[in-house]
C-alpha cells in the first residue's frame, strides 16, 4: 500500500470522535468513553472495548506512550470493522499506574485493520505528539469545538 492510501489523521479525529470531559474515576472508564465512541461510529465491535482493557490489565500501563498521553488498542482480530481514532481530553488527568507519566490527560484510542492502512494517520499523530505547544493546546481545551481547531492547526 503506497504512503497517501489510508485515512490521515483528520478523517478520523471529528466531532463524533472526539470528547472533553473534566474528570474521570479511572483508567477502565476512560478506555471505555473512548472505545464507545468507535463503537457508535461503527468501527469496532464491543469486544474491542473489553479487548483494551485486557491488554493493559494482562501488559500493564505501556500504553502510556509519553507524559500525560495514552494510546489505548487492541489487535485488528479483537473486533476492528475499520482504520479508527478517538480523542479523548480528560482535564483532570487520570492515573494509568504509569509514576513517571501519570497524570495522563490525552488518551487516544486507535484500531487498525491490518499492518498499513493506518499508517499515516499514525504518522501524523506522532508527528503531534512532538509538538509540545500543541498538546498543551489540547490539554487546555474545553470543547471539541476547541480540540477541532488545535488540530487544523498542527495538522499539516
Avoid at 488518551?107 to 500543541?134: P, R
Amino acid at each position: 500500500m503506497g504512503e497517501d492510501e489510508g485515512p490521515v489523521l483528520q478523517d478520523l479525529l471529528h466531532e463524533q470522535s472526539i470528547k472533553v470531559v473534566h474528570r474521570c474515576s479511572n483508567w477502565e472508564e476512560v478506555v471505555k468513553i473512548a472505545g464507545e465512541m468507535l463503537l457508535r461510529e461503527g468501527a469496532v465491535e464491543e469486544q474491542y472495548i473489553t479487548a483494551m482493557t485486557q491488554v493493559i490489565k494482562e501488559h500493564g500501563p505501556y500504553v502510556v506512550i509519553t507524559p500525560g498521553i495514552a494510546l489505548v488498542h487492541a489487535r485488528p482480530e479483537d473486533g476492528v470493522q475499520e482504520v479508527c481514532m478517538s480523542l479523548l481530553v480528560c482535564r483532570e488527568g487520570v492515573s494509568f499506574g504509569n509514576t513517571e507519566k501519570d497524570p495522563v490527560h490525552l488518551i487516544f484510542a486507535f484500531g487498525a485493520v491490518d499492518d498499513n492502512q493506518h499508517l499515516k494517520a499514525l504518522s501524523q499523530l506522532m508527528t503531534l505528539l512532538n509538538d509540545e505547544a500543541c498538546i498543551h493546546k489540547l490539554r487546555s481545551s474545553s470543547s471539541v469545538a476547541e480540540v477541532l481547531a488545535v488540530l487544523r492547526e498542527c495538522v499539516n
